[in-house]
């Protein structure tokens, strides 16, 4: 999914619909119950790191010895924190919950990669 998301085949619209989706799915849950903020704002942290490794690893070259390591690490570092936070949550409603976290962790990677490839301004 992340190699599409960062390639040119998805462009800004496709972008654009992903990112109001998330936020509707993130709206039709918190009806149900709330996320506390220092769990959305947890997620978010977890998105945007997502978004750094994911970067770091493409700019590492094929030849060098560690990618295939680095690969691995740059993947399992935010699920695994994005499973230790949803352990965290709250047992109530729990199921809700965790969409929202995820929702917000897509959108810290969203915002971070969006805002990454923007139009530069010509001053």
């Known amino acids: 999914m992340l190699d599409f998301w960062y390639s040119e085949r998805c462009t800004r619209q496709v972008k654009l ?15 149900v119950e709330k996320l506390e903020a220092i769990f959305v704002g947890l997620s978010l942290v977890i998105g945007a790191l997502l978004h750094l490794l994911y970067t770091y690893r493409l700019k590492i070259s094929d030849s060098n010895p560690y990618k295939r390591g680095f690969d691995i690490v740059s993947i399992v570092i935010p699920i695994s924190l994005l499973i230790l936070l949803i352990i965290q949550l709250p047992s109530q409603n729990k199921v809700f919950l965790s969409i929202q976290s ?21 001053d």
């Open 17 to 31: 619909i992903v990112s109001i989706l998330t936020c509707v799915i993130i709206y039709f849950c918190s009806s």
């Open 102 to 122: 995820l929702g917000f962790m897509l959108l810290g990677l969203f915002i971070l990669s969006i805002y990454q490839n923007r139009a530069k301004r010509i």
